[in-house]
């Protein structure tokens, strides 16, 4: 409790408003949400299937594959982010051909941002949504298949409803933990007000000059992250 009690009893509240109301912080916020919520997409997108195919398929391999989509998890962000340049930028074993054939280039753009994103928040909805999964029975869809479904009609139909609370709440997590990605972001997508400088990398960069400016960011994601707790309660009290 002693930094967050710190952060409160520092903070210019005189002065918040004006800090608050400044063309940066408003820019930084508006990209933090716009990139936040498409990370949070891509990994609802890429996440969702992958939950399912951990938590009901079974193939040589499974374990591998589950370490390996969690470990951006315990990944350091800059090491994912040096990572990410390495797959990815112009000279990346895959960027390279990106930027050849399509002339897409991700590094640096805010493309980029949300890129960096999705890698670190994925995490959090795979497992959240596998362990719901794991949790449903698996008879409703045996059954809609056994009336003539097929395995994708009966997922769309019966198994996601059944785990919507568990997709949602993945999908929290990982949009809050997208908010607040820093060493990937910056790593891969550079520091570009406008562009690529999120809420986090504004935080930082006004602490060196700014110190009230930085508090007052921070406030702003320490209430962003108070919000997803207290969404969260209801789902986190049931389960215990």
């Avoid at 941002?113 to 959240?128: N, R």
């Avoid at 029975?137 to 996601?160: H, I, K, Q």
Wanted: aromatic residues 8%.
């Amino acid at each position: 409790m002693l930094p967050l009690v710190a952060l409160l009893v520092r903070a210019p509240w005189r002065s918040l408003p004006d800090q608050l109301t400044s063309v940066a912080v408003w820019q930084a916020l508006r990209l933090s949400l716009i990139t936040a919520t498409a990370a949070t997409a891509v990994a609802l997108v890429l996440g969702v299937p992958l939950a399912w195919l951990l938590a009901r398929a079974r193939f040589p391999g499974r374990r591998l594959l589950r370490a390996l989509v969690t470990l951006p998890l315990v990944l350091p962000p800059v090491v994912g982010g040096v990572a990410l340049l390495l797959a990815l930028g112009r000279n990346g074993i895959v960027g390279r051909w990106l930027d050849s054939a399509f002339g897409v280039t991700l590094p640096f753009t805010t493309a980029g941002v949300v890129v960096a994103e999705a890698f670190v928040a994925m995490p959090f909805l795979v497992i959240s949504v596998e362990g719901t999964l794991r949790a449903a029975d698996p008879r409703y869809e045996e059954a809609a298949t056994t009336l003539g479904a097929s395995r994708f009609t009966a997922f769309r139909r019966v198994t996601l409803p059944m785990v919507a609370p568990g997709v949602a709440a993945g999908a929290v997590l990982a949009w809050a933990r997208a908010l607040g990605e820093f060493g990937a972001t910056i790593t891969f997508a550079g520091n570009f007000p406008g562009r690529t400088q999120t809420m986090p990398l504004s935080v930082y960069l006004a602490l060196q000059s700014d110190p009230a400016a930085a508090i007052a960011l921070s406030l702003v994601l320490l209430a962003v992250s108070i919000a997803v707790l207290a969404g969260l309660r209801d789902r986190w009290m049931a389960a215990s």
